[in-house]
């Protein structure tokens, strides 16, 4: 009697033991630890996060190679560098960062699909800076006068005034808008606002002799605006980098 | 009357309404097609980041060489040590590194002018400061300015034969540092011009941010113009 009820305990321990060995052999056969639909999937996704990154850093690459100055935008952090190859000349810290696609008439004007994935080119800034190159004939008899009139010549400042708002217009329809706000408080604005905004661009863009597939709306204290505004050289190009 | 009722009641004919909401209408499809989509750019940026075609099909360890690749060759661009940046349209120079600004400074750089010799002699001089990459060839203590041609066209003066005849001790400040082609980064006398395009195309700097970018530079800092 008793050996039969040892047998019984001892065939449901048996039991209890070999479900747990099942169940631990389950647990080590999980999806992923073994070649299967979702590890396939798992390593695609991997290759797609690779290859995506990788293609960001053939961009830098080509852009640091280059002899060109250029402009690197990190949305995230809210960051755009201004560099020459592959060095920092300077940093920008960024109040706001926009991106503005056109609405366009059925899809007439759109934006190019791989926008952010591109290295603009081309850049010219808008309104330009111009300055009038004084020209001095050392043999002409007004020489002297003419000379030293611009000993003190103006400041950048006065030189070169930069507009609250202002563009670099690069190939293809694509532009970085800078504004220069006094407010660096700044916070998203309201409704009545916003929209306000949205028909003054709406009758900008009816008038506009640069018709713009897209647009980079970069928000910077007013003072930094206007010493960026004076430092853009001319053919800049300009990259997004990823968000990772 | 209130404002809306007059509105409402003003245009008492049928057409005048019809044309009203036509105007309405046309207004509001120019405003929708016309204008501008506007949110922030790192939710854009995150939705549109799509995969190059074919990523899948490579396998991750090829892809992961290749970026080890890319990430080496980006970072052998990257200058490892001090380096100076002089922009020329807001006359400020400065002394950095990869990751931090050592010292920012007013400077002076070239005034644009053209400047003519005239007399039949068609000689003429563009007073600019290049732009793009140099670097420090030869750091000089007490540099001596030795005059060229249009030091004396400029002040109207004969150009001497005699080579000492156009040293000019004194003008250049402590320290001079040579970029090539006859351009230098070094002091002045005119303090109170800093800040101003009034050089010939060298760079001046005041007496304390010399000496610190003087002390701070060695042979082959490499000197970015923009």
Wanted: hydrophobic share 40%.
């Amino acid at each position: 009697m008793r050996r039969a009820r040892s047998g019984r305990r001892s065939s449901f321990i048996d039991g209890l033991i070999s479900l747990g060995l099942v169940i631990a052999l389950l647990g080590a056969n999980k999806p992923g630890k073994t070649p299967g639909a979702a590890g396939k999937s798992s390593s695609a996704a991997n290759a797609t996060e690779l290859a995506s990154a990788n293609a960001q850093l053939r961009r830098q690459l080509d852009l640091a190679t280059g002899d060109t100055f250029y402009y690197t935008l990190d949305p995230v952090r809210r960051v755009l560098r201004f560099m020459y190859q592959g060095n920092v000349l300077f940093e920008r810290n960024l109040l706001d960062v926009e991106v503005g696609t056109r609405r366009g008439f059925l899809g007439k004007g759109a934006a190019p699909k791989d926008w952010a994935e591109r290295v603009w080119s081309s850049g010219a800034l808008e309104p330009p800076r111009t300055s009038s190159r004084l020209e001095l004939d050392a043999s002409s008899a007004d020489y002297k006068t003419q000379r030293d009139e611009n000993l003190v010549p103006p400041t950048p400042e006065e030189a070169y005034p930069a507009p609250e708002v202002w563009w670099i217009r690069y190939a293809g329809g694509m532009a970085v808008e800078v504004h220069g706000v006094a407010d660096t408080t700044r916070t998203r604005p309201g409704f009545f606002a916003n929209l306000s905004q949205q028909c003054q661009d709406s009758l900008k863009a009816l008038v506009a002799s640069n018709h713009d597939a897209i647009r980079i709306r970069l928000y910077l204290p007013r003072p930094q605006s206007d010493m960026l505004y004076r430092s853009v050289p001319p053919e800049t190009r300009f990259t997004i980098l990823p968000v990772s | 009357m209130s404002f809306w009722q007059t509105i409402v009641t003003l245009p008492a004919r049928r057409s005048v309404r019809v044309g009203i909401s036509l105007f309405v209408i046309a207004f509001l499809g120019l405003f929708w097609t016309t204008g501008f989509n506007y949110q922030r750019l790192s939710k854009v940026e995150a939705a549109s980041l799509r995969s190059p075609k074919g990523a899948a099909k490579v396998a991750p360890a090829v892809l992961q060489k290749e970026q080890r690749q890319l990430k080496t060759a980006l970072n052998k661009k990257v200058i490892g040590a001090n380096y100076i940046v002089i922009d020329v349209t807001n006359n400020r120079l400065v002394l950095r590194t990869r990751d931090a600004v050592l010292r920012e400074a007013k400077c002076s750089t070239g005034s644009g002018i053209r400047l003519k010799e005239g007399g039949g002699k068609g000689r003429e001089w563009q007073f600019d400061t290049p732009r793009g990459m140099f670097h420090v060839l030869q750091k000089v203590e007490d540099p001596v300015w030795k005059k060229p041609d249009w030091a004396f066209v400029e002040e109207q003066e004969p150009v001497p034969n005699n080579p000492n005849d156009r040293m000019e001790p004194d003008m250049m400040g402590e320290y001079g540092l040579h970029l090539g082609h006859g351009y230098l980064i070094h002091g002045t006398l005119y303090e109170r011009l800093l800040g101003r395009s009034v050089t010939h195309g060298c760079v001046r700097l005041g007496r304390d941010d010399l000496r610190a970018v003087y002390a701070a530079s060695k042979i082959g800092t490499p000197v970015i113009i923009y």
